[in-house]
């Protein structure tokens, strides 16, 4: 839902608005200018980082090429990461000691810079999300997935657009998650806004992981932040029978209730809203909480980051009223956090401790995404002793 905040500017003389709309939760920009194909890469990066957003009304396409010209002007060169990641650590007369911390913050300042500059160039959308520019694409299906019907017309960043494009994209063609007892692949169709499960490795962590004894007596699951719904349905291709699926996200649980329905598993699994946990017990209770303890910068962060450890925490600490006798959790987490000096191995272990729980094994495993081992990333030196690990917890 767009909420009713106008952005302003002038344009042939004539004082001009439109909503205004960021899923980042960018304020409105106050320095508007108008541009068109006339305007140089050069010229488009100094307004930028002077505060003055870019109104495109040339070439659709052209528009995209003078983003990515922006990119290349921003990102810097590799060397300086690389510098970066070896003084984690490390401190000599002329170079201060960095820590982990230190680095992490630095990267989420460089980040936040990043986004702020390239989001300075915006598009102006109709109120059946069409874009009256040049050799414009038809991107109404995808925004209207997005962001839901409109009555007026909106201005929103390139790049969030380009955002909603390839979450269509994404949303249309799906990401298999694994194979059905033919060989088959299995998909499912990440939603807008809705974290998309490209991490494989704690896919494959809940698909190979024994099941607990409890679920013979009684088969059922409760899936804490559903999500896309790939853990539910990865359980209900495991023979359990009822599973009960929550999250507060109405975007996750319109996602959820159409990957289910599409693989015919209504029957098996539930989706409620509910923050954590469902009335009632389980034999099995699954959670892939954020891994990351820091503030999200905008609602689209949330996947990704918990303030405070908030959705871990009450996670163990709700776990003893919620499994049956006998019952496990499955916690997924990766240790990244620790190698950043977010959170340490102890202080996980004294709220497993402090809800009453044990820990009856831990199975571990290592990424496998491009940036852990990629040198050139500011957290490199985090991202390549990360381990993912699926903690099996019991209560006392």
């Not at 699926?245 to 975007?251: F, G, H, I, L």
Request: proline fraction near 5%.
């Amino acid at each position: 839902m767009m909420q009713d905040i106008s952005i302003h500017w002038e344009e042939g003389g004539q004082a001009c608005s439109a909503i205004w709309h960021s899923e980042n939760g960018i304020a409105v920009h106050k320095k508007v200018v108008t541009a068109d194909d006339t305007l140089t890469a050069d010229d488009a990066y100094h307004l930028a980082c002077e505060g003055t957003a870019i109104l495109w009304k040339g070439d659709f396409q052209n528009a995209r090429q003078l983003l990515q010209a922006l990119v290349r002007r921003i990102d810097k060169p590799s060397k300086k990461s690389k510098r970066a990641v070896k003084r984690v650590g490390k401190s000599d007369a002329a170079t201060p000691k960095k820590t982990a911390k230190d680095i992490f913050n630095q990267h989420r300042l460089v980040q936040s810079q990043r986004a702020r500059i390239l989001g300075m160039l915006l598009i102006q959308c109709n109120p059946d999300h069409t874009i009256s520019l040049r050799r414009a694409p038809d991107i109404s299906q995808a925004c209207s997935e997005a962001y839901g019907a409109v009555s007026q017309p909106y201005v929103v960043s390139l790049r969030e657009l380009l955002g909603v494009v390839s979450a269509h994209e994404w949303r249309k063609n799906g990401l298999p998650i694994l194979a059905d007892e033919n060989g088959n692949p299995v998909f499912v169709h990440p939603h807008y806004g809705v974290f998309s499960p490209v991490r494989g490795e704690y896919i494959e962590l809940v698909c190979n992981a024994p099941l607990p004894k409890a679920l013979d007596a009684e088969s059922t699951a409760f899936d804490i932040g559903v999500g896309t719904g790939v853990l539910s349905i990865i359980l209900a291709m495991r023979d359990v029978q009822k599973i009960v699926a929550t999250d507060q996200d109405d975007r996750a649980l319109a996602c959820a209730k159409e990957n289910i329905a599409q693989l015919n598993l209504g029957s098996q699994i539930e989706i409620v809203k509910a923050n954590l946990f469902p009335p009632g017990k389980a034999s099995l209770i699954v959670c892939n909480p954020p891994w990351v303890p820091a503030r999200p910068s905008s609602t689209l962060e949330h996947a990704v980051y918990d303030p405070e450890s908030q959705m871990l925490k009450g996670f163990l600490a709700g776990l003893k009223d919620h499994l049956l006798p006998e019952g496990e959790a499955w916690l997924i987490l990766s240790d990244l956090a620790e190698h950043l000096e977010l959170r340490t191995r102890q202080e996980l272990l004294t709220w497993i401790e402090d809800a009453g729980l044990l820990v009856l094994g831990r199975i571990d495993t290592k990424p496998k995404h491009p940036k852990s081992g990629d040198e050139a990333d500011l957290l490199y030196f985090a991202r390549a002793a990360e381990t993912t690990s699926l903690w099996r917890l019991s209560a006392k």
